[in-house]
C-alpha cells in the first residue's frame, strides 16, 4: 500500500476541486473537534465530502482493523462512496458491503481489512454479528442519509449495529431534511448541529406542465421532445407505473433506462453505468434515486407523479440543480388533479412542438475483466485504440470494477471494435467484450 495521504490539498487536487465550499469547510472544523456531529444539508452540496476529509486526517495507518464504519440506506449510495473514497487516492482500503450479493463476496473482499468501511444496516449487522469483521477498534460510526434509513424500516438493524460497538469515540449523522427525530438509541447526548437547509445553494426552477390527458403520457413524450437531449429524471411512485411509462417511451422511440427497487442489483448498477456514460440520456425511477445514487449533472427531473410528503418533493428536486448549477423540477398536472400546498411558485409553462431526442451517441460494452485482474483504464483504452482501431474521442467513460469493467464506445463502431478485441488477451487474462 502506498503511503496514505492526508494533506486536504493533495485530495482536492485528485478529485479536480478547487475549494470547499462553506458547509464542507465548517464541517471539517467541526468534526475534528466535536465527538457527535449532526450535519444537515441540502441534497448535492457535498456532505460525502465533508465528513469523508476529517475522517481520513484522524486515521491510523498502523491499525490493521476496521477504523471508520459508515452506515447508508440503498446500495448505490454505498457504491457511490465506495468510489469517492477511492478516487481521493488517500492509500487507505474501503470496501462497500450491502444486500442484493453473495455475502461470501463481501467476505472475500474485505478478508484484507478496509480502513473504512460502508453498508447497508442488514448487511452491517449481520457481518458484527458472525464477527467477519471487529469491533475493537470502530471508533467513528457514520449514519449517512439517517432520516432514510428510518423511513424504510432499518431502526431495528441500527440499533443492534449500535449494541455492537462499544469503542465508539465520534458519531457523524448526516440528512437532507429535518423530518425525522434523531432515535434515543443512537446515544447522542450533546450533539453540535451544523445546519444549512435554509442556506441557497442553487438556482432550481419550478414548472407546471399542464397534461392534455388523464394518463398524462402524451404531454410527457412531448415535454420530452421540448427538453431535447439533456439528461433528466422522471420520477413516479410506483414499479407498475415505470413499466407503463417504459412502454409508452419504447413505443415513441424514445430512449431511457429503468431504476426501481424490485430490480436485479446488478440490473440497477447497469442502470446507472449507461446513464452516467450517456448511452441513456434520461432515467425513469422510484423515489429510489431520489437520494445518494451517483449519476451526472442533472438538468431536470420530472413529477410524472407526485410524491406523498413534502420532504421527499424536496429530494427528488436535488438531483437537479446541484451544487450552485441551476435545473428546473417539472411537474405534470391532469386537468383534475389537485397539487398539493407545499408546491408553490409552480409557474405553468407550455410547450412548443419540438421532434424527438435524437439517438444517444454512445453505447455499453461489458469487459470480462477488473481491479482484481490488475487491470486499469489505461489497459482496457490502449487494447481499444490498438487492436479495435478506435480514436481517442471514440472512446468514452471508462469505469473499473472488482470483476469487470464497463465501457462507453461511439455507437457507430461498437460491432466492429467487438469483432476486433473480444477473445484478446489483456494483462494475464483473456476477456469477454460483448454489448449490454
Known sequence: MTSPIKNQTNILEKLSI??????????????????????????????????????????????????????????????????????????????????????????????????????????????????NISSEFITTLVLDEFDKSLE?????????????????QKKILTSATQEVEIPKFVGLKNPTVIDYLDKGTSQLKVRTILATSHDKLETLAELLCHLGNQPGIVFCNFKDTIQEVSDFLNENNIGHGCFYGGMEQK????????????????II??????????????????HFQLPPKEHEFTHRNGRTARMFNDGTAYVLKSQHENLPDFIRNAEIEVLKEASNPPSSLWQTVFVSGGRKDKISKGDIAGLFMKQGKL????????????????????????????QLVDNSRLKSKKVRVYLI
Do not use: W
Open 18 to 131: 478547487e475549494k470547499l465550499n462553506a458547509m464542507q469547510e465548517e464541517a471539517h472544523e467541526t468534526i475534528l473537534s466535536n465527538p457527535e456531529i449532526v450535519l444537515l444539508s441540502p441534497t448535492g452540496t457535498g456532505k460525502t465530502l465533508a465528513f469523508l476529509l476529517p475522517i481520513i486526517a484522524e486515521l491510523d495507518i498502523n491499525c490493521p482493523e476496521v477504523q471508520c464504519l459508515i452506515v447508508v440506506p440503498s446500495r448505490e449510495l454505498a457504491i457511490q462512496i465506495e468510489q469517492v473514497i477511492r478516487e481521493m487516492g488517500s492509500g487507505y482500503k474501503a470496501n462497500a458491503v450491502y444486500g442484493g450479493r453473495a455475502g461470501s463476496k463481501d467476505k472475500a473482499e474485505i478478508k484484507h481489512r478496509p480502513a473504512i468501511l460502508i453498508g447497508t444496516p442488514g448487511r452491517i449487522a449481520d457481518h458484527l454479528r458472525r464477527e
Open 391 to 418: 480514436g481517442n474521442e471514440q472512446i468514452g467513460t471508462i469505469e473499473i470494477k472488482q470483476d469487470c469493467a464497463f465501457v462507453g464506445v461511439h455507437a457507430s463502431e461498437v460491432n466492429r471494435l467487438i
Open 152 to 168: 424504510i424500516g432499518f431502526e431495528l438493524e441500527m440499533k443492534e449495529i449500535l449494541g455492537l460497538l462499544p469503542k465508539i
Open 285 to 302: 425511477a422510484t423515489d429510489l434515486a431520489a437520494r445518494g445514487i451517483d449519476v451526472p449533472e442533472i438538468r431536470f427531473i420530472i
Open 267 to 282: 440490473d440497477r448498477e447497469r442502470a446507472l453505468i449507461k446513464f452516467r456514460n450517456g448511452t441513456h440520456r434520461l
